[in-house]
């Protein structure tokens, strides 16, 4: 399979907080980023709470040039939230679906000499720390179609243009 520089472990976790837990609206309710995502002390400031849909993510995402199934390793052996004084970080962390990852993102239309663009993006003021020029996630939604060269796949997703 091809290798692609794209972040693998941009995790969501497995034990997700259900709305009534949390308080939370419907998947498609739009908070502003400060309301939306909260950082969580109990995972030491590593992981994120998405407030709209109750999944949990890590804050900054691993970056780097993974094939799928290493990008699916890589979470299933995460620990998020470990400290230096030794004490173990969380694991139980998963790929997430196509529609986990686009959940993140918010629609924009951006105008400039005399060109407008829509496109979909992280919403302004987010927490999560990714490298510039890495925004593309592996997700675990398996590609509908593979080419005779490929023994896998799934979709990717561009958190930066909501493009799968």
């Known amino acids: 399979m091809k290798r692609f520089s794209f972040l693998a472990a941009f995790l969501a976790s497995i034990f997700s907080v259900t709305s009534a837990q949390a308080g939370n609206k419907p998947w498609g309710y739009i908070l502003d980023a400060a309301k939306r995502f909260v950082v969580l002390p109990e995972f030491y400031d590593q992981a994120v709470l998405d407030r709209a849909t109750g999944l949990i993510w890590t804050k900054a995402p691993r ?28 694991g139980g962390w998963r790929l997430p679906e196509a529609h986990e990852l ?62 799968v």
């Open 102 to 163: 686009l959940s993140l993102t918010e629609f924009r239309i951006s105008c400039g000499s005399g060109n407008c663009g829509a496109n979909f993006q992280l919403p302004q003021g987010h927490p999560f720390e990714l490298e510039t020029n890495d925004t593309t996630f592996w997700s675990a939604t398996p590609a509908l179609e593979l080419t005779a060269s490929q023994e896998e796949g799934a979709f990717i997703v561009d958190v930066n243009f909501g493009a």
């Open 63 to 90: 970056g780097g040039s993974f094939e799928w199934t290493q990008a699916v390793e890589g979470c299933l052996s995460a620990s998020v939230g470990a400290v230096t004084n030794g004490r173990l970080g969380i």
